[in-house]
């Protein structure tokens, strides 16, 4: 039963605090998007506020849900009191979201047109969320069981035999029962009620730690084991378990005996695991600003002295000092006692930003990304909560990260699209950046060597100031970029490779004669994208998705790099036979072994998904920064905002990959990869050389990269974006549609479809403001075994599209799961979506 009705033009939730209401809005994590209403048994009322964790029963189990308010009245006019369930218990004695955190909340859930209690997830960790199954026990002075029909009466004689069990059982061993009928027994007071919780498997950690005690102990010997636990004790305050265990195989026992005997004191607190590892913190460096630096943090320092929120782009170049402007502006804020939160595209690739924090910083920092344990990311959303740092240094989740008294937001590499979320609520970090930003009175700054265009047009028009550091510190040059013309290539040519031009290959041997470094970057993993049948032209793809499966050599397999799925190697074709199986184009791991053959004496290496994770990553890059490795093949990964001083050469094997793709973003996705790998290149004393091979080097975005100008190439794309109506200059909103089968995928895609054309066709002004692309396949048909299809809605005006967009939603029921007749098909709004695809 829906307990609440959503007003879809109305906020969710207010956010007064009436602490002795008997009413709450609790948001539960269920693909519903409104809040539920509970009552507030009498021993919490005046003790539940917005902002609490709550503990409720739901369906068959309990959940944990996070309070939106707390009302005198029921908001509902089609609900009674004696409807509702009552709240079970309150989870945490202080509120874990302030009433800016549920204000932020609800503009994502109502911007993002999302469920609120998905939304909600996203900003507490699974930890902390308690559930269970619900379970039935027989109440000692329960209604003569006559009262009951057989089926019930069968059900509570078990539970006479059995004691307690779960509903589960209950229903699973009497399978007429519904759920239904099983309540009536809680109801005419047959049973009681409990929920067992499910552990989620993380808590806090504890540390036992020993000390001299202040007695001599009892006189007598002691073993060997127990005399040097003694000699590690001695002259120390306190050693801990951990500590013990280094020096002193299994001294369980041993630490018994000692303090049985009062040789010893022991005690047990509660410890935080380390996300940061082993990683080296280096010196702090202090820098003289340049010029532009200066005039970038002034401007940043002024609005912070005014108390205002502001929004910056700050577009430096690659080698600018960008870090440094952060690292400034930070520091003030701490000075005022304000705290701070730093986004990443994707922390795990960056262990130098966060040394060099921990360096400026110290410990007062935590990190929040995918790479952590789930005991390290709980430890870190706690620190946080506690108020115990300073700075939260995180990927695009670290936006909801509990920062009390937050001054500034730093959203590093803003353009990068991983900062766009693409599974659940589908929010934009580096845009709700700006938004709480202003809902905190905080500056936020969006750095770039390649801002977006949309963050560029904002800054271009007003609505974010714009700041801009043309030059790289020191004086040092900007690399010099060639285009090689891969179209004008001699086929009998004696080159040694097919994948290198000669230019390239040349400049490779002069880098490594000069015991230099070089990276060479291609975006795509695997040996061979594709294997191909020379007999019949049979084409291996995958069986869940509209793509070929790529070879990988060193597993000896094809894989598809969207489900995963995995084959052997075949011998032969499965279509007819044949052993003539040729593997097409080149990815990474072809790249390396290519490299090593032609350079033998070189050290070459991989970067891309398939050979780094976690501490692999970091002793990757720690070793190329040492420069133990001559020639570091990789993917946009090596793209991330790495500083190698050693790096003379950057060689950009295949340039127009991505001008490939079916997205009006094509071209700039391309400028900004061309113009950040190259960047990596001449960080150290000596100029920088990029090499870029393109068979299409006269396309703008190609000519703009290699020039260094952005200007140029915003100046064309933003034309283009103008004409089209595309962003910046338009808004869009994405309706995709995935089932298992696609004739109801397709079914629900027109359904919607026809509910937005006759809206559109009724209202004139509508029709003329928002346009409808669709229904149609998307580009990429079948994913993960699912196929596929869209909605595109674009307009001029925000407003506009919204309309149509919500009206469309409510015509067909999406807001409201029991009248939806789509239940086999997920149905995703995407709101300014950046995965075209």
Same mark, same amino acid.
């Given at each position: 039963m829906d307990y609440f009705t959503f007003d879809h033009d109305a906020p969710h939730t207010s956010f007064h605090i009436v602490t002795d209401s008997p009413y709450t809005q609790v948001a539960v994590d269920v693909p519903v998007y409104h809040p539920f209403t509970y009552r507030i048994p009498e021993a919490l009322r005046g003790r539940i506020e917005p902002g609490h964790l709550v503990q409720i029963p739901f369906r068959n189990r309990s959940k944990t849900g996070l309070v939106m308010s707390v009302d005198d009245e029921i908001s509902d006019d089609d609900l009674e009191d004696d409807q509702l369930k009552s709240v079970l218990d309150r989870v945490h004695d202080e509120p874990l979201v302030d009433a800016v955190g549920l204000e932020f909340l609800e503009f994502i859930a109502q911007y993002y047109l999302a469920p609120i209690g998905q939304v909600v997830r996203l900003a507490l960790p699974s930890s902390i969320q308690l559930e269970g199954l619900k379970h039935?026990?027989?109440?000692?002075?329960?209604?003569?069981?006559? /009262?009951?029909?057989?089926?019930?009466?069968?059900?509570?004689?078990?539970?006479?035999?059995?004691?307690?069990?779960?509903?589960?059982?209950?229903?699973?061993h009497h399978?007429?029962?519904?759920?239904?009928?099983?309540?009536?027994?809680?109801?005419?007071?047959?049973?009681?009620?409990?929920?067992?919780?499910?552990s989620s498997g993380v808590g806090a950690k504890e540390e036992t730690y020993y000390t001299l005690a202040s007695s001599e102990g009892d006189g007598r010997r002691v073993g060997s084991k127990q005399s040097r636990i003694l000699e590690l004790l001695e002259g120390r305050e306190r050693v801990s378990l951990s500590e013990i265990r280094e020096h002193v195989d299994s001294p369980y026992s041993s630490l018994e005996g000692l303090a049985d005997r009062s040789f010893i004191e022991s005690h047990t607190e509660e410890v935080y695991r380390d996300p940061f590892e082993t990683e080296p913190v280096p010196e702090p460096e202090d820098y003289d600003l340049t010029d532009a630096q200066d005039r970038a943090l002034e401007s940043i320092l002024e609005a912070r002295r005014a108390d205002r929120y502001e929004g910056f782009v700050l577009h430096g170049v690659t080698g600018s000092g960008k870090t440094e402007v952060y690292i400034r502006t930070i520091r003030a804020a701490l000075n005022d006692g304000d705290r701070a939160l730093v986004l990443l595209p994707e922390i795990a690739l960056t262990p130098q930003f966060v040394a060099a924090f921990r360096a400026h910083f110290g410990e007062r920092i935590a990190v929040l990304h995918s790479g952590l344990t789930r005991g390290e990311r709980f430890d870190e959303w706690r620190r946080i909560e506690r108020d115990e740092v300073d700075i939260v240094i995180g990927a695009r989740s670290a936006i909801f990260a509990p920062v009390s008294d937050l001054g500034v937001i730093v959203v590093d590499e803003e353009h990068d699209t991983s900062f766009k979320q693409e599974r659940g609520p589908r929010y934009h970090a580096r845009d709700m950046a700006l938004v709480r930003g202003k809902l905190e009175s905080a500056q936020v700054i969006l750095g770039s060597a390649t801002p977006s265009l949309e963050s560029y047009h904002n800054a271009q028009s007003g609505q974010l100031t714009y700041l801009e550091m043309p030059e790289r510190v020191d004086e040092a040059p900007m690399p010099d970029v060639e285009v090689?013309?891969?179209?004008?290539?001699?086929?009998?040519?004696?080159s040694p490779s097919r994948v290198l031009s000669p230019t390239l290959h040349d400049a490779l041997g002069s880098t490594l004669e000069r015991d230099m470094q070089a990276i060479l970057f291609l975006n795509r993993r695997g040996y061979s994208p594709c294997i191909l049948c020379e007999e019949c032209g049979y084409v291996f793809e995958c069986p869940n998705c509209d793509v070929s499966l790529t070879y990988h050599r060193r597993q000896e397999a094809l894989r598809c790099h969207h489900c995963d799925h995995s084959l052997r190697m075949p011998e032969s074709c499965p279509q007819c036979g044949s052993s003539g199986l040729d593997k097409r184009g080149i990815g990474t791991e072809q790249l390396e072994t290519h490299l090593g053959n032609l350079f033998g004496e070189a050290v070459v290496e991989r970067l891309d998904r398939d050979t780094t994770t976690g501490s692999?990553? /970091?002793?990757?890059i720690r070793r190329f920064r040492r420069e133990e490795i001559d020639l570091l093949a990789g993917t946009q990964m090596v793209t991330k905002g790495h500083d190698f001083p050693g790096v003379l050469t950057v060689g950009v094997v295949l340039a127009d990959l991505s001008l490939n793709f079916p997205d009006f973003r094509s071209a700039e996705r391309t400028f900004q990869l061309l113009t950040q790998v190259s960047g990596r290149a001449g960080r150290g004393e000596e100029r920088g050389r990029v090499y870029v091979q393109s068979y299409n080097p006269d396309h703008y975005s190609i000519r703009a990269a290699s020039a260094h100008d952005y200007d140029a190439f915003a100046e064309r794309e933003l034309q283009l974006r103008k004409e089209l109506a595309f962003p910046p200059h338009g808004h869009l909103i994405a309706v995709k549609f995935e089932s298992e089968r696609e004739?109801?995928?397709?079914?629900?895609?027109?359904?919607?479809a026809s509910a937005a054309r006759t809206m559109l066709r009724r209202n004139d002004d509508l029709g003329q403001q928002v346009f409808m692309l669709g229904p149609?396949?998307?580009?990429?048909?079948?994913?993960?075994?699912?196929?596929?299809?869209?909605?595109?809605?674009?307009?001029r005006e925000r407003p506009p599209l919204r309309h149509l967009a919500r009206r469309t939603l409510q015509t067909v029921g999406h807001f409201d799961n029991s009248q939806s007749c789509y239940r086999d098909v997920r149905i995703i709004v995407d709101v300014d979506p950046v995965n075209m695809l």
């Open positions: 039935y026990r027989l109440q000692d002075d329960h209604p003569p069981l006559d /009262r009951l029909e057989s089926t019930l009466r069968s059900a509570v004689e078990q539970l006479q035999s059995e004691g307690e069990l779960p509903i589960e059982s209950l229903k699973g399978g007429d029962l519904t759920y239904l009928q099983l309540a009536t027994l809680e109801d005419e007071g047959f049973v009681e009620v409990d929920y067992h919780e499910e090689v013309d891969m179209r004008a290539r001699d086929e009998d040519d004696d692999q990553l /970091r002793t990757l004739s109801e995928a397709t079914q629900a895609a027109r359904d919607y149609a396949m998307a580009p990429l048909a079948r994913l993960k075994g699912r196929a596929r299809w869209q909605i595109l809605l674009k307009s």
